[in-house]
């Protein structure tokens, strides 16, 4: 049922409204949504128990051969065990159930994974993997006494019919508690199809893209699966395991998978992977293969080694011979990096037999080499600085610092370091030219992260700013100033992705706000916002009077509830597939206003206000959207509502950003 009117409020605060948003680099043109859930397709109905919850799985199959990724089920893989959900959540449907069930199969270097359930056609939505037709599931290492891990990946596959959603065909949702949208390699298949009655997904992620893990050399794999099948304006969500795979920011439970013995009937097939993939300079770098062999060959391998450059260049080269074993046969060696300087490499291999290899652009391992350096000698630097650093510049490198080293220290040994690298590059660059006088944040132009140090508690505290091109300090010009307030589990590197902002003749900022995902309502979200204001403002020739305060999805609640709190600072406000209330998730224990309370708008007459929300938008529903606008031209606000027909939980499309543009440049100038 839709939310209309004071009914339609209470059904809201009812329902679980976990409304979600963030765009990284990755994703720059459509702006996305982490999570599935929304108003209008939140649970309404308790979940249908389908069958017990395993405490085990059996073993998953081994395939010496690669599968066809079509979307259908190879003749050859019939024989796969059909596994079972334990239970379906109906979210926004009153329909029954349909079937559906998933098999698992593995080969020396890929997991294998197909989904099936009845119907007659894929259903194409808006981030299908969580609002159907798609799947997803997770790849974790597990904890004693398999407590959840904070280690894993989530991936993510959906059914895709246009260009604009092939983002979400596949990738990794998550990675690690509180990674975003992170890419599959091109060696990642994925098809869908409906057919004889049904509608099916085959996946083929390559092991290497789950680096570390693999069948034969970690120590244990837990796995979950979810899979969202569309029912008219809801879905199915059914689970192998009861737990919402997309929570934010928490651990992942799992069950652990076995691994059926292989069995290879002829030659042999190779799995290598390094010990670490972030190492200083002048280390020697630890690796590790596994050869599978069938016995009826000479009884050995050869892996011929190559370290390349980030440009593919070849500087390094050796190889390692081994005897191998019927079965399974493991060999640990060192690769020699020689006296590489900092820098990013790859690490190609190849087996004599042609099926194992990873020496191509996208197979390559990935190391990163790391400069010598340490806190201490940054922050001996920054003191003998003194006044030759603006505060605000200072108050940067120091953030920029801490929090590169604090990086360094929490990376996994498989894990590589290219921002920690580039950063303390970046940093090192910034010192040496402070030092000969040239304050380089004072002049910087394009998206760049800055800090100031907070009154509300002495920390350290970062925000996002974009400076147009042809920026001149000394010019004497004031700039508008642009606020912008990011979606849930994101920060405020959202601006990079936001870059429909302004034309180019503003200042943007983004303030961290405290936190992913607490809709700028707690943890001092407030205060950070105002203290970011008040930063930028002394940094930057800023136009008190032209402040325009806009944000996405959790964001859109953050310009309402951020107006409320401060509604003399802004001159307009701009909300982008935004939502105008919280629940408990983004603040336990705690009460909010809500902007469908019409008592709650009254500070709201006379603003300029810009909406855009897509009419498909599943995340954020539209017809609350619609709710609220009607309620604030009551208020007395000036709206300018913007839709478009198709259009989902996403940034607006050309006729709706020409709109929005005009309507920025009439506020602006009145």
């Known amino acids: 049922m839709k939310p209309n009117g004071s009914a339609g409020r209470d059904g809201l605060r009812r329902r679980i409204i976990r ?32 069958n017990e919850v395993p405490h085990e799985l059996a073993p998953v199959d081994f395939l010496a051969e690669v599968p066809v990724i079509d979307g259908v089920l190879d003749p050859a893989l019939r024989d796969l065990p059909r596994r079972a959900f334990s239970q379906v959540d109906l979210f926004g449907t009153a329909e029954k159930p349909v079937d559906a069930h998933y098999r698992l199969a593995y080969g020396t270097n890929f997991l294998y994974v197909y989904v099936e359930a009845q119907g007659d056609r894929v259903t194409y939505n808006d981030r299908a993997y969580q609002n159907g037709d798609g799947f997803h599931f997770v790849i974790a290492r ?27 065909r596949r990738l990794f949702w998550y990675y690690n508690v509180d990674k975003l949208f992170v890419p599959m390699s091109a060696q990642a298949k ?3 199809a409906a057919h004889d009655g049904v509608i099916s997904f085959e996946l083929l992620l390559p092991w290497q893209d789950l680096h570390p893990y693999h069948p034969w050399l970690s120590d244990g794999i837990g ?21 919402d795979l997309g929570g ?12 059926a013995e292989p069995v290879l009937n002829n030659g042999m097939q190779t799995f290598v992977e390094f010990g670490r993939n972030h190492l200083g300079q002048g280390e020697s ?32 080269s050796s190889t390692t011979e081994y005897p191998c074993k019927r079965g399974l046969t493991f060999h640990e060696f060192r690769v020699n990096l020689g006296d590489l300087p900092p820098g990013g490499y790859r690490v190609a291999w190849r087996s004599r037999r042609d099926y194992s290899r990873g020496d191509d652009s996208t197979r390559a391992l ?3 080499v790391l400069p010598a350096t340490a806190p201490e000698l940054h922050a001996k630097r920054l003191e003998d600085l003194g006044a030759r650093l603006s505060p605000g510049s200072a108050t940067t490198l ?14 996994k040994p498989y894990e590589t370091a290219a921002k920690v690298r580039m950063a303390l590059l970046r940093i090192e660059a910034d010192l040496s030219q402070a030092e000969a006088g040239r304050d380089m944040f004072a002049r910087r132009t394009g998206f760049l992260r800055r800090a100031f140090l907070s009154r509300v508690d002495n920390t350290l505290q970062p925000y996002g700013v974009r400076v147009p091109a042809g920026f001149d300090p000394k010019a004497g010009r004031r700039y508008p100033l642009i606020v912008f307030l990011h979606g849930s589990a994101s920060d405020e590197t959202d601006l990079v992705g936001f870059d429909f902002l302004s034309e180019g003749d503003c200042i943007e900022l983004a303030p961290r706000g405290r936190g992913p995902s607490n809709a700028f309502t707690r943890d001092h979200a407030q205060e950070d916002i105002e203290e970011a204001i008040g930063a930028v403002v002394h940094s930057y020739p800023i136009d008190e009077d032209r402040i325009i305060l806009t944000g996405f999805s959790m964001g859109g609640y953050g310009v309402y509830r951020t107006f409320y709190e401060h509604p003399a600072r802004y001159k307009a406000l701009a909300v982008f597939s935004g939502m105008p209330a919280v629940e408990e998730g983004f603040a336990p224990g705690e009460v909010h206003p809500g902007f469908l309370d019409d008592k709650n708008l009254e500070r709201f007459r006379g603003m300029p206000v810009f909406i855009f929300h897509g009419r498909e938008d599943r995340n954020c529903p539209f017809s609350v959207t619609q709710e609220l606008i009607g309620k604030l031209g009551r208020a007395g606000a000036s709206v300018e509502f913007v839709t478009e027909a198709g259009a989902g939980h996403q940034r607006p499309g050309p006729e709706a950003l020409a709109r929005y543009h005009t309507w920025l440049r009439t506020v602006m100038n009145n």
Do not use: H, M
């Open 285 to 316: 770098l630890s690796a590790r293969a596994v050869t599978l062999s069938s016995g009826q060959d000479s009884g050995s391998e050869n892996l011929s080694i190559a370290v390349l450059s980030g440009e593919g260049t070849g500087l390094e």
């Open 398 to 411: 120091r953030f920029l610092s801490d929090e590169a080293f604090a990086s360094l220290r929490s990376l």
């Open 19 to 50: 409304f979600f948003g963030g765009i990284l680099a990755l994703v720059p043109v459509l702006f996305v949504s982490p999570s599935f859930v929304a108003a209008e397709s939140a649970l309404e109905s308790p979940p249908v128990k389908l």
């Open 190 to 192: 994925l098809a869908s």
């Open 142 to 168: 597990p904890r004693a006494g398999d407590a959840p891990s904070d280690e894993f990946y989530v991936a993510a596959c959906s059914a895709v019919d246009r260009p604009q959603l092939d983002w979400s």
């Open 366 to 368: 990935a190391v990163t």
């Open 248 to 259: 934010e920011n928490v651990p992942r439970r799992y069950i652990r998978l076995r691994f």
């Open 223 to 243: 796995f979950n699966l979810g899979f969202v099948k569309a029912s008219g304006q809801g879905a199915f969500y059914y689970r192998v395991l009861p737990e």
